[in-house]
């Protein structure tokens, strides 16, 4: 049962566009998303998080949107940079747990 | 350093062995999280330790797994009678309070484990 999913294993864009990843959850009791990101022979790496009281969180080039109803949330990298390059990941939790449930990951390519 | 440390990074080791793989977490952080990634997959809880105590293990996959963490620092993660289906990357991560959402994880390099 996978109830954080990530439908896109890729993602291509060109450098100074605009990046959408996008990510779906099941459990209707997550109240707090968070985006990570990985790089090859490294762990992941936490890029940015949102609470289900919000629908947006913005960080420099980074936000990310929450839609509960749809319990969708997406990550947007505005604008892209090749160094943007990785696997990111979606994960999600209910509060002062320990579980993070991560999604499969999307890979992106930003190209120059 | 300063961050989540993990030895072995690689370990290769045949059917039916046992094998140790240890995480030295972030100073202070009394928070200490086992995942395991799968080739092509996300990571997948396995356990979390609150100080010296497993807070939840219910990710473990079956009793050839147990982890310990005598000290509420350094934690060991044991696989007795290894499977090829146990190999993977495995992943070691800290917080400083525990519940995610009072601070992220803090993710070590992982070490990979290759079960022949």
């Known amino acids: 049962d996978q ?38 022979a490294e762990g992941p790496t936490f890029l940015i998080s949102i609470s289900s009281i919000k629908d947006k969180n913005e960080d420099g080039r ?15 990298i505005v604008p892209s940079q090749p160094g943007d390059s990785a696997v990111y990941f979606c994960a999600a939790c209910s509060s002062n747990t320990g579980k993070l449930i991560f999604g499969q990951g999307t890979t992106l390519q930003v190209k120059p | 350093g300063a961050g989540v440390s993990q030895t072995p990074s690689n370990k290769v080791t045949e059917k039916g062995k046992y094998v140790e793989l240890r995480c030295d977490p972030i100073s202070g952080h009394t928070a200490l999280y086992w995942y395991r990634q799968s080739l092509g997959q996300g990571p997948e809880f396995l356990i979390y330790f609150q100080g010296t105590g497993a807070a939840d293990d219910s990710g473990l996959p079956n009793d050839r797994f147990f982890a310990v963490r005598p000290e509420g620092s350094v934690s060991t993660l044991k696989i007795q009678r290894t499977e090829r289906g146990d190999s993977a990357v495995y992943l070691c991560a800290s917080s400083l309070n525990g519940g995610i959402n009072t601070g992220e994880l803090f993710f070590g390099e992982g070490s990979r484990l290759t079960v022949l």
Not at chain 1, 8 to 32: A, H, K, W
Not at chain 1, 62 to 76: E, G
Request: hydrophobic share 35%; proline share 4%; aromatic share 16%.
């Open chain 1, 62 to 76: 980074f936000t990310v949107f929450l839609n509960k109803s749809a319990k969708h949330l997406s990550l947007h």
């Open chain 1, 3 to 40: 109830q954080v999913k990530q439908n896109s294993p890729s993602l291509s864009v060109q450098e100074g566009r605009i990046s959408i990843l996008n990510c779906d959850y099941t459990n209707s009791m997550f109240d707090y998303f968070l985006w990570y990101k990985k790089y090859p």
